[in-house]
């Protein structure tokens, strides 16, 4: 018997959008999405740097391991024009008896930063988790210090709700403040009107 995990995460998972394509990542993918890591500057508000030598493998492997333990969905996100790759994302801490989901693990190549990537694919994890999933809360996390994210996150109309001291040891052994943010199933039509009327 399929678990939930299996029913919505098939080999087949795909999401698109006008402007992306949305699929379960794949060791295969590993060379395309290497190109862009390169930049350092990326990864100064994610936990790992992926532009170290074999930090792309470990990081891509950890999410095979959660997605064999099915608390976590990795995704690869392309462009659907060109077909290249932009970066990755994730559907993450699933509780299936909670009815909750973060969407999170999220970094883009630089070339694809400020050109509506990111906000289609945000689009498509929201729309997916509430009205295929019937999720009823989704979350989204970042560090508190990361002001470019946090814009992005309140532009798609997260709602938020408070910061945990102390919460995410980074890969500078510096320790993050986190801050969270929450759509709950309620409020998703209105929120979806509102920020996302042209692609709703």
Same mark, same amino acid.
């Given at each position: ?47 790992e740097d992926l532009s170290l030598p074999g930090q792309l493998e470990n990081w891509s492997n950890n999410a095979f391991e959660a997605r064999k333990a099915e608390t976590r969905a990795p995704f690869v996100i392309i462009e659907k024009d060109t077909g290249l790759y932009c970066g990755c994302t994730s559907y993450g801490n699933i509780s299936f008896p909670d009815k909750r989901i ?17 906000? &289609? ?8 988790? +509430?009205?295929?999933? $019937?999720? /009823?809360?989704? %979350?989204? !996390? ?28 980074? &890969? ?8 969270? +943010?929450?759509?709950? $199933?309620? /409020?998703?039509? %209105?929120? !979806? ?8």
């Amino acid at each position: 018997m399929q678990s939930e995990y299996q029913q919505f995460f098939g080999d087949g998972f795909m999401l698109e959008t006008p402007r992306v394509i949305i699929r379960l990542m794949k060791p295969s993918d590993i060379d395309g999405l290497k190109p862009l890591t390169d930049s350092p500057g990326i990864w100064t508000w994610f936990r790992e740097d992926l532009s170290l030598p074999g930090q792309l493998e470990n990081w891509s492997n950890n999410a095979f391991e959660a997605r064999k333990a099915e608390t976590r969905a990795p995704f690869v996100i392309i462009e659907k024009d060109t077909g290249l790759y932009c970066g990755c994302t994730s559907y993450g801490n699933i509780s299936f008896p909670d009815k909750r989901i973060e969407i999170g693990w999220t970094w883009l190549g630089t070339a694809f930063m400020g050109r509506e990537i990111n906000r &289609h694919a945000k689009f498509a994890l929201l729309s997916f988790a +509430f009205e295929a999933m $019937k999720m /009823e809360r989704v %979350e989204i !996390k970042t560090d508190v210090l990361n002001e470019r994210s946090k814009a992005a996150i309140l532009k798609i109309g997260m709602v938020p709700e408070g910061i945990l001291r102390s919460h995410t040891l980074m &890969h500078s052994n510096r320790r993050r403040d986190t801050i969270y +943010f929450s759509i709950l $199933k309620s /409020e998703w039509p %209105e929120r !979806k009107q509102m920020f996302f009327a042209d692609l709703a």
